[in-house]
């Protein structure tokens, strides 16, 4: 059985066995999804004043700090959103080959930065749970319904 994710304008079922850690500080909000085998998808609400170039920068930077070298490559959005800007991340970690897909692209009007991260025979195993994601959020099935 799925579990449901409800919270900040949100509406999505994952996985049972991931678990939902929330953020909710004055910053941001947002939700990471650890995957049972140390990856995640991480959903943030995005308000502060910066363009979406801007951040898959400094998301790049960050890797590049914590990790070394880095490649990057920029993705169709369409498959994804309507709207956006989407980049696939691979580095290594230790002798493994880590692949990071970030997407920023607006939900219900508001900015959101989703990031799917994972080695990449884990990555490649939860592909399809990642586009069923995206698939609810795209289709508005990513709007919490409202109360009648």
Known sequence: MPATFEH???HF???DNWEAMVDD???DEGVTLQLPRGGFCSILKDERPHGD???IDKIAAVIRADYGEMESEKLPVEPFFD???AVEMRF???DLLILARTLVTRL???RFVIQFQAESRDFDANEQVFAAIVKQLRDGQGSTPPVE
Do not use: C, R, S, T
């Open 83 to 85: 709207e956006g800007l």
């Open 53 to 55: 170039d801007e951040i």
């Open 108 to 110: 219900a009007g508001e």
């Open 92 to 94: 290594y970690y230790l």
């Open 8 to 10: 900040f304008g949100l």
């Open 25 to 27: 500080d004055d910053q």
């Open 13 to 15: 079922l994952y996985p």
